[in-house]
């Protein structure tokens, strides 16, 4: 067809060679080499098995986490532009994008409830891997990256709490920042380092912010990355001895880009 | 049921049957979802408040300029050195609009009249509520995020009293309530810190009872704690609504605390004045000019007198004879600082009018009460409640230390954060109404509240409210700039014998000197510029009034003619104005012929009978002083430079300044000086 010539000639161009550093070609390993030669792509299994990526296998909780993370660093830093992590400016930017930001509280709902969904699919993701058994070898290392990431999106949701310094946001954070202070014998001295003080005020505002918009996010990327590509490494989304022996026929092997 | 399922299965097949079905639906459900947050911005409440004005000035005679001052889209007035963004003007379009005054339809019409210009001060200043806010419940009333609602405009005053510390004739409701502030004792318990620094200090003067055994019983004091409104109806003694039990042991700690002093017993024995003139004591109490301080309840029921001094309606049932005597002899013996005056009362005078006062007397008060010698027991829980509820914070008490920061400080109650507010059920969320409750009913907040209950009007409650909602931190961090300040008053102290005599004669508590003392009474800081000494020593010795349509006088306080000289050097040295010229001469020549001219333009030029009289019989000005012998009382050199521009005199005088030429005020001051009053008239100056 002709369309489908000058497709193929685009992706023959030195142009397009040159962005996309495999060539053309429907062979198996050319489409192998998609995979793997692109700096985004290559955190993922070059192949996977079609029917791993169907809804059933995983309910695509993984992706949607991914998904809500995603919004949540576009919005929120979007709604960096609008926020002054001081304690006279914090409320009244925040009641100024409910007020004169156009869409402003669009922006702020969309990044609340997809940090809530994101808490929720977070432990929803955790469930289906633990009752698919899908923790064990080689995946146990994957299983505490897992941990370590639920702990950052709870921190995550921990410090935004405090952001909108109102209320419910200061006493909130005024008894969580309390816990802390049970932690025999170092409990003062790590409630002090949280807040920047012995009361919630300033300081720990700041810290707060600083902890929610820089330090944990790049925390959570970090890991999400190690997250991904232990899945690769320790055999994709699903090992052969935990799948049930009854649908083992109809497993065929696909590159990967044929999924989409 | 069957027929439900299979319609929801084919349903759900016709939506998600297959891939990319499904992905156009969601795909569709997620642009609708992303169109409303733009719409909603659309219908917003702002927008159409604006469509409304445009609408409302479309068909008016002045739209066109209307219509070009008219800018669509968010207004705001900010106000960075206080912190203020206001967008009430996004609604309030008709604000600054006079051609709008009269469209009554809010939010469109005009504001009132202020002195203050709206872009320069913005709204939330004055009226509260959120400023920054763009929809009418959020601006008017955001009670759900525990902001403070916008102020009931019966208290916008305390808008005013943010900026000025001093006082505004424009805010009657805010002085009022300030000066409650510092009469009702408030600041005896409630320390205030003004924004400059000084104290609110307290101006009544709750006595001393270190000494009250020998002015009165025990019994007394028990009816009187149990319910000190029943005793006097004005009083500012609040009620603690305590027990029998309770108002009893602290009358057996008072009683059994209270030192005698000499003298109070005492007993003079004159009483065989008494009976000659049934009419004698009356007309001493009148003569006196007692109830320009004390007031006496009449037949009606309303009270009669000045509220300086406590109500005497039933003197007889609270003070003892003795004590009575001793007090009208000399007050300060009993209490160094009380604002009663020392008349130079006679033993018969004396005598006349304790017998005139103890007769002041009710018989059912208190008749029912017996009380029994205090024991210890009674005693020390006497003394355990007077340190609880604070006595000691307004009256001196033997043997109880007075507390420091007895009760919450106030300085800033009027930015006290809604969610430090404990509200009674059904309470509207918002500070004034807190307020005024709290005021008004102080121990609905808890058995253990301290706070007595004051009897207050709702006008009062109203003022106190509105100058307790003035104490914003706002007005604490504003720039001074901005700040009116209030005119301190100096702990100014005359001099010498004679300011001792002064002292005793209690001359601050109704005139005032150099910023210090009453407003009952002419300001007498340059008296001694204005007054010749002659008729000081007259008036002194015999007040007459001035002031014709005045009830208040000045007393005769019996002086004797040293003392009486010694007072009027004093007043004549000292009160000097700077501004006078002692050296100020009339011209000499053509005397009678200026003084007709002054008399021609009194009458005619500048009509000053209006308020003034001249001639008794014809003259019928009632605002002013009576003139008719002002050319013996003042000086020349004072009614001149009076003439030439009062104000500067006495600030605040109502006295036009008439901007007299300098002929004109010789003229008037040389027919003026001419009226030497009636047994002297035409005598040669």
Known sequence: MNAEQTIEKVRGSRIWRSVFRSGTGNSTLHRALAIQQNIFLHLFATKVRKRMVRFSATWYLGTLTLGTFLILVITGILLMLYYHP???????????????????????NLHRWSAQLMVFLVFAHMFKVFYRGAYRTPREFNWVVGIVLLLITLLLSYTGYLLPWDQLAFWAITVGSNLSSAVPLVGNKIHFLLLGGNQVNANALL???????????????LFIAVHFWRIRKDGGLYVQQSEPKAQAPSDSIEPAQEVK | MQRIKTILSSAWTALFGDPVRAFGVVSLVLLIALAIAPAKEHFSEWHRYQRQYLKLIHNRGDALSLQRRFQPGIHQIWLPNLGVVDRCTTCHLGLNEAGLADVHQQPFSKHPAIPHSLDGFGCVICHGGQGAATTVSEAHSSERAGEEPILPARYIESGCGQCHQDQLPGTPQLNLGRSMLRRYGCVHCHAITLPDGTKVV????????????DKTTREWIFSWLKDPQAYSASTTMPDFKLSDTDASDISAYLVSTSTPLPGDNATLDVKSAMSADPSAGPSLYGESFC???HAVQNAAGNLVGGDLGPELTRIGNKAKPEW?????QNPRTYDATTPMPHYRFTPQQIAILAGYLQGKSDSDYGA????????????????????ELGCAACHEINGVQKPENFAPELSSIGSKPLAQILFLPGMEHALSSYI????????????????????LTTAQTDALTTALLALTSRSRSMPDSLRVAEIQETNYQPAGHAGKLMTELACLSCHRINERGGDMAPDLSWEGSAIQQQWLVGFLKNPNTLRPALIRRMPRFNLSDNDNKELTDYILAVYQSPSIDPDFTLPAMNAAETVEHGRQLFYSKYACQACHIVDAKTDKGYIGPTLTQVGSRLTAAWVYAWLRNPQALRPGTIEPNQNLSDDDARALTAFLMSLKGPGRRGTKQ
């Open chain 1, 86 to 108: 001081s304690v006279p400016q914090a409320y009244a930017d925040m009641k100024d994008l409910q007020f004169v930001v156009s869409s402003g509280l669009f922006l702020r």
């Open chain 1, 207 to 221: 810290r707060f912010y600083v902890l929610h918009c820089v330090v944990l996010p790049i925390m959570a990327v």
């Open chain 2, 202 to 213: 307290a101006t009544d003067h709750p006595p001393s009872l270190a000494h009250i055994a």
């Open chain 2, 291 to 293: 109830s320009s301080c």
């Open chain 2, 324 to 328: 009575l005597k001793a007090w009208l």
């Open chain 2, 368 to 387: 029912n009460v017996h009380l029994d010698p205090g024991t210890a027991v009674q005693i020390a829980h006497g003394r355990k409640l007077i340190v």
């Open chain 2, 436 to 455: 005024v409750t709290k005021i008004r009913q102080p121990r609905a907040f808890g058995t253990s509240v301290k706070m007595p209950q004051f009897t």
